[in-house]
T-cell receptor, first 112, second 116 residues
């Protein structure tokens, strides 16, 4: 997990509220990714960003939003439009011209 | 389109015995293949990758994986399992022609339990 931090570790939200998950990296990586993990389903890509001020939707972007104002930071907002937001959220980053991604420790979001 | 299958949800092995975690893939071009491990409530840790070259790839913690193009497989192996190897293992793939975003597709994971 070194070099990539996610906060908070656990997050509780009431239905109808937006919530923002933090992801910060000090690895000077260019690309950053957000995944959602549900039991038995592996990881699914929500959004990714290859450079500052640019990002693209992944496979399950509906109900989520992101920003990339700084190279080090890629926050994810889970909006009230996301129908089933309870999950484990993982942030990853990758250095340019390298294939493997490196992951943060994750944030577990529970909607009450 | 690219996809990964991990046919076993659960693998149990006795400590000291060899272990194998299976992975098969589908890509339109040449595959880049990866194995990651996840401990409870933690992020994924990179174990090893196959990009090109020798079909037997060695990685962290004594793990290795064998790329078999004819069987489209990339099984993870370790000669002698440790109780501390118990974790969730993910195989991932991307097509070498998949563009600069280098998006990975992950399998559903295999829970490995090493029994003392």
């Amino acid at each position: 997990d070194g070099g990539i931090t996610q906060s908070p570790k656990y997050l509780f939200r009431k239905e109808g509220q937006n919530v923002t998950l933090s992801c910060e990296q000090n690895l000077n990586h260019d690309a950053m990714y957000w995944y959602r993990q549900d039991p038995g389903q592996g990881l699914r890509l929500i959004y990714y960003s290859q450079i500052v001020n640019d990002f693209q939707k992944g496979d399950i972007a509906e109900g989520y939003s992101v920003s990339r104002e700084k190279k080090e930071s890629f926050p994810l907002t889970v909006t009230s439009a996301q129908k089933n937001p309870t999950a484990f959220y993982l942030c990853a980053s990758r250095r340019a011209m390298v294939n493997e991604q490196f992951f943060g420790p994750g944030t577990r979001l529970t909607v009450l | 389109a690219q996809s990964v299958a991990q046919p076993e949800d659960q693998v149990n092995v006795a400590e000291g015995n060899p272990l194998t975690v299976k992975c098969t893939y589908s890509v339109s071009g040449n595959p880049y293949l990866f194995w990651y491990v996840q401990y409870p409530n933690r992020g994924l840790q990179f174990l090893l990758k196959y990009i090109t070259g020798d079909n037997l790839v060695k990685g962290s913690y004594g793990f290795e994986a064998e790329f078999n193009k004819s069987q489209t497989s990339f099984h993870l192996k370790k000669p002698s399992a440790l109780v501390s190897d118990s974790a969730l293992y993910f195989c991932a793939v991307r097509d070498s022609s998949g563009g600069s975003a280098r998006q990975l597709t992950f399998g559903s994971g295999t829970q490995l339990t090493v029994l003392p």
